[in-house]
């Protein structure tokens, strides 16, 4: 079967490799009908972070068929249309029940999360609960359907996940830091839960534009202190209820700390990456700090699923090109270089 590799720094390929196998009795094969480009995959891309040369690529988003199971699955049989989440939680463990299956206590950290996804078929373990199935078949839905249900395996969970841990309410001022596929689906996840104003921190034409149709109400252009300044002019001096910090970076976590009032609630989904953030100048402030793995199991089975059925969001939008697996070197380029939000792959039509 094809799957993309990692070739180094700047370059990503299509390998033929070996169709997985079941391992152990919780595992299921699928058959992949769409994958795509997550904003985390291009740190290595990028440089940016290590990654082993010649190694599988990191994509873990996918919609597909499952293929074959496992003696211990009970929720799902082969034909099953599923959403595959990033995370695999157990749904019975502290965390799981808590709904933060990001930290499930029933698993390592090695099974709990998706890798190596830009891939005709997949294992994916810890599969009993985690796995949700959609109703029907591919051929059911529309091509913007389908991009909306990819969505649900990590971006618009990861972005409700933002909204949640910053404990958004009806009527709060929430402001999201990060235009990428995340920051614009947490726009959606704020108006979801009742955000009265949403400020919306991005430079770029497109993203502001799928910002506003999806309900933010402002959109700041600038960066660093000047970003900062004009959220506070936004919100009279006050800051917001809660900052959503969609990207990872040192710039935008101290953005998102410093335009959050006191005792406003910093809610953090970007993967850290860079230098370590000084929290002692915030002290004084009570800023509440919050986030990780999104529990895209618990929001997508809660509504979310059935949100985008009854076509009460549609977070597929964030996928502004598609591409086939053998053009997955163009899929990585066009992000990489903002000619797309984010790149979905096409197994099958």
Not at 90 to 119: I, T, V, W
Not at 227 to 244: C, M, P, Q, S
């Amino acid at each position: 079967m094809k799957s993309a590799i990692f070739v180094k720094a700047g370059q990503v390929a299509i390998k033929d490799i070996e169709k997985p196998r079941i391992e152990a009795d919780d595992d299921v094969i699928i058959r992949v009908v769409r994958s795509c480009v997550c904003g985390s995959d291009l740190w290595a891309y990028r440089g940016l972070s290590p990654k082993e040369e010649g190694s599988h690529n990191s994509g873990h988003e996918i919609i597909g068929i499952v293929e074959e199971t496992g003696s211990a699955i009970n929720t799902v049989i082969p034909g099953d249309f599923v959403i595959a989440p990033f995370t695999h939680g157990c749904g019975h463990c502290a965390a799981c029940l808590a709904g933060f299956e990001g930290g499930c206590q029933s698993h390592d950290r090695a099974s709990n999360f998706s890798s190596g996804y830009q891939a005709e078929y997949v294992r994916y373990t810890h599969a009993d609960w985690s796995l949700i199935k959609i109703p029907g078949k591919p051929s059911d839905y529309s091509q913007g359907m389908l991009a909306s249900f990819l969505s649900l395996a990590d971006v618009m969970p990861t972005g409700y996940h933002a909204a949640r841990v910053a404990n958004v309410t009806k009527g709060d001022t929430v402001a999201v830091v990060g235009d990428g596929a995340v920051g614009l689906c947490a726009v959606i996840a704020a108006k979801m839960r009742g955000a009265k104003r949403i400020i919306v921190m991005s430079r770029h034409k497109d993203r502001q534009d799928l910002a506003l149709e999806f309900g933010a109400t402002d959109i700041v252009a600038e960066r660093g202190e000047e970003g900062i300044k004009k959220v506070l002019e936004l919100t009279n001096g006050a800051g917001v209820d809660a900052a959503l910090e969609c990207v990872g970076t040192e710039l935008s976590t101290e953005t998102a700390i410093a335009i959050a009032r006191p005792g406003a609630v910093v809610g953090r989904v970007g993967v850290p990456h860079g230098d370590a953030i000084n929290f002692n100048q915030y002290f004084m402030n009570n800023i509440i700090f919050a986030g990780g793995p999104a529990s895209v199991t618990t929001y997508v089975k809660g509504g979310l699923l059935d949100a985008v059925l009854k076509g009460e969001i549609n977070p597929g939008k964030v996928f502004t090109k598609s591409y086939d697996l053998d053009a997955i070197s163009a899929a990585y380029e066009d992000m990489d270089e903002r000619k797309t939000i984010k790149s979905m792959i096409k197994m099958e039509d």
